[in-house]
């Protein structure tokens, strides 16, 4: 049975409420946004969300992401959000859709969006991709910690996209203190590339199992799916 709008509401101000006691608990004095990942959930679940007040979305896979942004283009500041594994030949339908893309990690795909992102648009969001913890489900995604100052100055100097920041998809550990230690590697390079010269303000980590240690560590924009639609 899909979800009610009632539960998906009281889920959403659930979350919200959540990050608000993380902040709290943990003295954070920079804002969590909330990033609703929408992936496999219909059009209507995200029109009720925003009617609640919610404005980024999270989408992993093109063909099902596409006729819900079509069918809700009417929505004013609704901000669409890349966050699935990118293929070379999907960037173009990537870049004249959406206002983020947080998977980037190669230098091939950037040049791409930034070719392909449209003039009247403004500049495309971009957060890199990092392998913080060498496993990633054996799917290599992310960019090694080594080479992410590299790639983020290629990056930065690209036309029509804009370098934000950088984003994390470990594997899920049990422990709250390894969750922690691991999202503190993305938290460090942060502040080792700003001190570099970088003006990134995008941490995006932190999703419904890991989102509290994510927020201890730094994050700035938590991906909740789970926690707000229920069970995929
Ligand atoms: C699905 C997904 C999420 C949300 O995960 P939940 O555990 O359902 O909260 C966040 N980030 C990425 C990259 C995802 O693919």
Redesign the pocket.
């Known amino acids: 049975m899909p979800i009610s709008e009632q539960q998906l509401i009281y889920n959403r101000q659930s979350v919200l409420g959540k990050i608000a006691a993380a902040r709290q608990e943990f003295g954070c004095d920079w804002q969590v946004d909330l990033l609703a990942?929408s992936?496999t959930k219909p059009a209507s679940a995200v029109a009720c969300l925003y009617a609640d007040g919610q404005r980024h979305f999270?989408e992993?896979y093109l063909q099902d992401a596409l006729p819900k942004i079509a069918a809700l283009q009417h929505l004013p500041n609704i901000n669409w959000h890349f966050?699935?594994q990118l293929q070379s030949n999907k960037t173009a339908l990537i870049a004249q859709n959406f206002a983020w893309v947080?998977?980037v990690d190669r230098l091939k795909i950037a040049r791409r969006l930034s070719a392909q992102r449209p003039d009247n648009l403004a500049a495309l969001n971009i957060c890199l991709q990092v392998d913080v913890d060498h496993s990633s489900m054996g799917s290599k995604a992310g960019v090694p910690i080594s080479s992410a100052c590299e790639l983020a100055r290629a990056v930065s100097e690209l036309p029509n996209i804009q370098l934000r920041g950088l984003m994390c998809?470990p594997d899920l550990s049990p422990d709250f203190d390894m969750q922690l230690q691991i999202f503190s590697r993305l938290s460090k390079l942060f502040v080792d590339l700003n001190a570099q010269g970088f003006q990134l303000d995008t941490l995006s980590m932190g999703?419904?199992?890991d989102m509290r240690a994510a927020i201890k560590a730094g994050s700035t924009m938590v991906?909740?799916?789970?926690?707000i639609f229920g069970a995929?």
């Open positions: 990942v992936k999270g992993n966050i699935g947080h998977s998809i999703m419904s199992a991906r909740i799916g789970t926690d995929r």
